[in-house]
């Protein structure tokens, strides 16, 4: 069974929050945003944020470029695999959507984790897929050698992602990976210097500071034994991973749905409660202003030191629209 995720400091404050542009004002985010970010202008090249019609109509035919590729590697693997169109028309603005880095956020969904935000769309009528269809109709070790071509065979032991290990659509994508240049070999140095960078920030003394500050307020808060900002989500991913894997073992048939168990049911208040608590003692320490300083001044620092890789990324981005 394929885990959930754990998340890194440095993969929450400098991935989710600055590479996907989210703002952090709130949660302890003070006036920081994207825009204040060194690598910002280089990572958003060419990218239009209204999505033109232009734009939509690339990726629709980028998307449906890659399902075909996955459906003639899934048959050479003798499987079928119906291409899976997604649609790429800006949806509809929701004036009642609640911000992800609010409080308000986490006194209904905590981390989002055990309960979905988006979990009243599934009230809608599902259509038909194909592919799960075909899934169902195998037998449990047809299904498994399914999934392993698809997705390659799952390794607890493997950290860095390598196409070669990642089944059909780790080869449809590595196909494709010469229209994106952030896949390309070119910048494959830059790449790694770039993962080195948020290492970086993770070692950092100054975020460790930070940290402990956090962890003393949560301590007060009643909920000690978190040594970073990130373990309390994560603590809430290690639990869920631990009732689905359980779940396999004690019904290996699938005939229950664990999300539906007093099990999951007690996870998700525990999710909000510990989700409140962390949310006020990022308020309390100004975690996320602080820890994006620190991560801004690494990544000016970055700048200068790599102008001319960032230069070229930069015009490959914008030449790929």
């Known amino acids: 069974m394929r885990r959930l995720p754990t998340i890194t400091a440095a993969a929450a404050v400098a991935l989710a929050c600055v590479l996907t542009g989210c703002s952090t004002g709130g949660a302890g985010g003070g006036e920081l945003s994207i825009d204040d970010s060194p690598l910002n202008q280089y990572f958003s090249a060419g990218y239009n944020s209204?999505?033109?019609?232009?734009?939509?109509?690339?990726?629709?035919?980028?998307?449906?470029?890659?399902?075909?590729?996955?459906?003639?590697?899934m048959a050479d693997e003798?499987?079928?695999?119906?291409?899976?169109?997604?649609?790429?028309?800006?949806?509809?603005?929701?004036?009642?959507?609640?911000d992800p880095m609010s409080r308000e956020y986490a006194e209904v969904y905590g981390y989002g984790v055990v309960t979905n935000?988006?979990?009243?769309?599934?009230?809608?009528?599902?259509?038909?897929?194909?592919?799960?269809?075909?899934?169902?109709?195998?037998s449990?070790?047809?299904?498994?050698?399914?999934?392993e071509a698809l997705y390659g065979a799952e390794d607890d032991n493997v950290d860095e992602y390598r196409w070669q290990d990642a089944g059909c659509l780790g080869s449809a994508q590595h196909e494709l990976s010469g229209e994106d240049p952030w896949e390309s070999e070119q910048f494959a140095g830059l790449r790694d210097k770039l993962q080195g960078l948020y290492a970086e920030l993770e070692r950092s003394p100054e975020?460790?500071?930070?940290?402990?500050?956090?962890?003393?307020?949560?301590?007060?808060?009643?909920?000690?034994?978190?040594?970073?900002?990130?373990?309390?989500?994560?603590?809430?991913?290690?639990?869920?991973?631990?009732i689905y894997e359980a779940s396999a073992e004690s019904d290996p048939e699938g005939?229950?749905?664990?999300?539906?168990?007093?099990?999951?049911?007690a996870l998700g208040e525990r999710e909000i409660e510990l989700a409140l608590a962390d949310y006020d003692c990022r308020e309390e320490t100004s975690y996320m202003e602080e820890a994006l300083k620190l991560q801004f001044d690494l990544e000016a620092q970055f700048v200068d030191a790599n102008k001319a890789d960032l230069e070229a990324f930069k015009t490959a981005l914008e030449q790929v629209k």
């Open 207 to 242: 975020l460790a500071t930070l940290d402990r500050e956090w962890a003393n307020c949560m301590q007060e808060a009643g909920e000690p034994g978190f040594d970073t900002q990130m373990s309390a989500a994560n603590s809430i991913y290690d639990e869920i991973n631990r």
């Open 117 to 138: 935000p988006w979990s009243s769309e599934a009230e809608e009528p599902e259509e038909v897929n194909e592919n799960q269809l075909y899934i169902d109709s195998l």
């Open 140 to 147: 449990e070790s047809e299904a498994t050698a399914y999934y």
């Open 255 to 265: 005939l229950g749905d664990p999300n539906e168990s007093a099990e999951m049911k």
């Open 50 to 73: 209204e999505g033109s019609a232009e734009d939509r109509k690339r990726m629709e035919e980028r998307e449906k470029k890659r399902e075909e590729l996955i459906a003639s590697c």
């Open 78 to 98: 003798g499987f079928e695999y119906t291409p899976e169109l997604a649609s790429f028309e800006p949806a509809d603005s929701d004036e009642d959507e609640i």
